[in-house]
């Protein structure tokens, strides 16, 4: 589980500010997602990466963007942050198995 | 896409007593199918996965059942105790899909010692 980092591990923003959460894996894994997870909604995913350069939606990609131009590092951008992304974000990362791999999480409130 | 139905919402039992949490999922085409734990404040953790050629699996205490033709799977864990309370999420995915999961919405199982 160390192998995926996250940071911050808290954040607290203004409406209409501009973040970026990081993610690092140091497994050289393929796959990369970031998921939210909020009470009531379980986890769902907003974007993923398949490597580096390719990234696609998810089921919740509306107010967020990524990029992965380097293998390890998958961040999300929230370009403009409203009240509604107040949420734990969720790294996680995979290779050729199934199994996923989560990071420690990022707690954002947007005030 | 798909959807994922996870049920109880909440679960409470006496330690040494059973727990089985159900799921059910829409899509046909889903053949991979994990159980995550996610204790307070912590990232989830897999405990036990299940893929479609397979019915049933168990590790120790847990198991994993999977009813294809009715599009359901439940996790049973057996002889709980109190460290097993937590939040439980069942998801399903898509081989060809890049492996996405679906979750569903978690479990809170409680055992009260």
């Known amino acids: 589980d160390a192998g995926i980092t996250q940071s911050p591990r808290y954040k607290i923003t203004e409406t209409g500010r501009q973040v970026t959460l990081m993610c690092h894996q140091t497994w050289s894994h393929s796959y990369m997602f970031w998921y939210r997870q909020d009470l009531g909604h379980g986890l769902r995913l907003i974007y993923y990466s398949a490597a580096a350069d390719i990234t696609d939606k998810g089921e919740v990609p509306d107010g967020y963007v990524v990029s992965r131009s380097k293998t390890e590092n998958f961040p999300l951008t929230l370009e403009s942050a409203t009240r509604s992304q107040t949420s734990v974000y969720f790294c996680?990362?995979?290779?050729?198995?199934?199994?996923?791999?989560f990071g420690p999480g990022t707690r954002l409130t947007v005030t | 896409g798909e959807n994922v139905e996870q049920h109880p919402s909440t679960l409470s039992v006496q330690e040494g007593d059973s727990a089985v949490i159900k799921c059910t999922y829409s899509d046909s085409a889903s053949n991979y199918f994990p159980w995550y734990k996610q204790e307070l404040g912590k990232r989830p953790q897999l405990i036990i996965d299940?893929?479609?050629?397979?019915g049933e699996k168990k590790d120790q205490r847990i198991a994993v059942t999977l009813n294809k033709t009715a599009k359901h799977f439940s996790l049973h864990i057996t002889e709980t105790q109190p460290e097993d309370s937590a939040v439980y999420f069942c998801a399903a995915s898509i081989g060809n899909a890049g492996n996405m999961l679906t979750f569903g919405g978690g479990t809170r199982l409680m055992v009260k010692p």
């Open positions: 996680a990362s995979r290779q050729t198995s199934y199994e996923q791999y």
């Open positions: 299940i893929r479609s050629n397979v």
